[in-house]
């Protein structure tokens, strides 16, 4: 039900035209508007354009469906312009092993146009409390941007609303083989490990536990916002509060209906991601992971200390790395041994970095000097990470490559995985 009907009246149904088809050429002109924030890369940006009618031989025919178009860095348009693009509609494709066609079907997207030719014609018609998040993430861009070199600027964007697509493609390589690429990825993977982490952080310093639960989740809902509320961001969201909630009110005894439930209305609201987005799947594992398997784990890391939560910290993460596992083995085909320890040396500062970027960035909106003082601050818990992520990473040992396993692999994982719950719940309930 969620799968389109490609009629005359809908854009995809003008995908990879024959020559004589409409204008006894391969391009056609559709109006619409652009629905989501563009996506700038180095060379390019990339446009999710809502399309609201086609013209053909000179008259208008009322269509519907998403575009995403690509069209050079200038000019530049923005989230609420309407425009007219003239381009060559075609069907999206797998890209070697990357699923593309359905990863842009989780996003409704079913036509690209790469060298769109686009024409401005209105502006300022989006939702207005959505154009006005975008405004305010832009300028705390160039904030960041102002009191951070790179790559230490577009790190920080990549902790406080995601924005990786600024870092190297050797940093994000370092972050793939540590095994750490979810600090920088919005999912509910590592909202809801750095949500469960500051709340530990909170209690050892004498936040009452009431107190802190509330004030992560208006961290959370606010770091939504500031991100314009994409669905995916809004998913992650919600599967961090599910996991907060968790460790604070009693994991798997009152916690398996609250996750089904949430479950379920996300997958009414887009069916989709349930085989077809890897980010909602690892959300879902991880939060799992969280909620069941921390008892689990929690017996073999009681030797570590409480200080700062250090133990919950190490026995939390342990728990999403081993539920993930599985599914990161079959999906993406590599298993990364450094990853334990470079998320115990790593995710401790990661809510620091958080606190200290923030506040730098918060102080520079006020007065640039003030920010850039605490930029400094800022700079070296960064490079802390990115350097020991670069140490890690270059070790020809840190990850192993091991593709083509089969679904039964996976599935045996998680049997095996489900039975050591099994075994604690009987063994220790609560």
């Given at each position: 039900?969620?799968?389109?009907?490609?009629?005359?009246?809908?854009?995809?149904?003008?995908?990879?035209?024959?020559?004589?088809?409409?204008?006894?050429?391969?391009?056609?002109?559709?109006?619409?508007?652009?629905?989501?924030?563009?996506?700038?890369?180095?060379?390019?940006?990339?446009?999710?354009?809502?399309?609201?009618?086609?013209?053909?031989?000179?008259?208008?025919?009322?269509?519907?469906?998403?575009?995403?178009?690509?069209?050079?860095?200038?000019?530049?348009?923005?989230?609420?312009?309407?425009?007219?693009?003239?381009?060559?509609?075609?069907?999206?494709?797998?890209?070697?092993?990357?699923?593309?066609?359905?990863?842009?079907?989780?996003?409704?997207?079913?036509?690209?146009?790469?060298?769109?030719?686009?024409?401005?014609?209105?502006?300022?018609?989006?939702?207005?409390?959505?154009?006005?998040?975008?405004?305010?993430?832009?300028?705390?861009?160039?904030?960041?941007?102002?009191?951070?070199?790179?790559?230490?600027?577009?790190?920080?964007?990549?902790?406080?609303?995601?924005?990786?697509?600024?870092?190297?493609?050797?940093?994000?390589g370092n972050f793939n083989r540590t095994g750490v690429t979810h600090i920088i990825a919005v999912s509910g993977y590592n909202i809801s490990i750095i949500a469960v982490m500051l709340s530990n952080l909170f209690i050892s310093l004498g936040v009452p536990k009431k107190k802190s639960f509330w004030l992560i989740v208006l961290g959370i809902?606010?770091?939504?916002?500031?991100?314009?509320?994409?669905?995916?961001?809004?998913?992650?969201?919600?599967?961090?509060?599910?996991?907060?909630?968790?460790?604070?009110?009693?994991?798997?005894?009152?916690?398996?209906?609250?996750?089904?439930?949430?479950?379920?209305?996300?997958?009414?609201?887009?069916?989709?991601?349930?085989?077809?987005?890897?980010?909602?799947?690892?959300?879902?594992?991880?939060?799992?992971?969280?909620?069941?398997?921390?008892?689990?784990?929690?017996?073999?890391?009681?030797?570590?200390?409480?200080?700062?939560?250090?133990?919950?910290?190490?026995?939390?993460?342990?728990?999403?790395?081993?539920?993930?596992?599985?599914?990161?083995?079959?999906?993406?085909?590599?298993?990364?041994?450094?990853?334990?320890?470079?998320?115990?040396?790593?995710?401790?500062?990661?809510?620091?970095?958080?606190?200290?970027?923030?506040?730098?960035?918060?102080?520079?909106?006020?007065?640039?000097?003030?920010?850039?003082?605490?930029?400094?601050?800022?700079?070296?818990?960064?490079?802390?990470?990115?350097?020991?992520?670069?140490?890690?990473?270059?070790?020809?040992?840190?990850?192993?490559?091991?593709?083509?396993?089969s679904w039964i692999f996976m599935a045996s994982g998680y049997v095996a995985i489900g039975y050591l719950i099994f075994i604690q719940s009987k063994n220790h309930p609560k």
């Amino acid at each position: 039900m969620s799968m389109p009907v490609v009629n005359e009246h809908h854009v995809a149904f003008y995908n990879n035209p024959p020559a004589s088809k409409f204008y006894k050429r391969k391009t056609v002109i559709f109006q619409g508007m652009i629905i989501d924030e563009p996506d700038v890369r180095s060379d390019h940006i990339k446009y999710k354009i809502e399309a609201q009618n086609l013209i053909i031989h000179d008259q208008s025919k009322d269509i519907h469906g998403n575009v995403l178009v690509k069209s050079s860095l200038f000019p530049s348009y923005r989230y609420g312009d309407e425009v007219t693009v003239e381009c060559a509609l075609t069907t999206p494709q797998p890209i070697e092993d990357f699923k593309y066609d359905k990863y842009l079907a989780n996003a409704d997207i079913y036509s690209t146009c790469y060298q769109g030719k686009i024409n401005l014609m209105a502006s300022g018609q989006g939702n207005f409390f959505k154009e006005s998040i975008y405004k305010i993430k832009a300028r705390i861009v160039q904030i960041s941007s102002q009191i951070l070199p790179e790559p230490q600027s577009s790190f920080l964007g990549g902790l406080l609303w995601g924005a990786k697509r600024g870092l190297p493609a050797e940093i994000l390589g370092n972050f793939n083989r540590t095994g750490v690429t979810h600090i920088i990825a919005v999912s509910g993977y590592n909202i809801s490990i750095i949500a469960v982490m500051l709340s530990n952080l909170f209690i050892s310093l004498g936040v009452p536990k009431k107190k802190s639960f509330w004030l992560i989740v208006l961290g959370i809902i606010f770091f939504v916002i500031i991100t314009g509320s994409p669905a995916s961001i809004v998913r992650a969201g919600i599967m961090g509060i599910v996991a907060l909630m968790a460790a604070s009110i009693g994991r798997a005894v009152t916690m398996h209906n609250t996750l089904a439930i949430v479950g379920v209305l996300m997958l009414l609201a887009n069916p989709k991601v349930l085989v077809w987005d890897a980010g909602f799947q690892l959300s879902f594992l991880a939060t799992i992971g969280l909620i069941y398997f921390v008892p689990v784990v929690e017996r073999y890391t009681r030797w570590l200390p409480v200080f700062l939560g250090i133990r919950e910290s190490l026995s939390t993460t342990i728990s999403a790395i081993i539920l993930t596992t599985p599914l990161i083995l079959f999906q993406f085909g590599r298993f990364s041994f450094l990853s334990p320890v470079a998320n115990l040396l790593i995710l401790p500062i990661v809510p620091v970095n958080m606190a200290v970027g923030f506040l730098a960035v918060t102080l520079g909106l006020i007065w640039l000097p003030a920010g850039q003082i605490i930029g400094w601050l800022s700079w070296l818990c960064l490079t802390y990470v990115l350097k020991l992520t670069e140490i890690l990473g270059n070790l020809p040992w840190a990850v192993l490559a091991v593709p083509g396993l089969s679904w039964i692999f996976m599935a045996s994982g998680y049997v095996a995985i489900g039975y050591l719950i099994f075994i604690q719940s009987k063994n220790h309930p609560k």
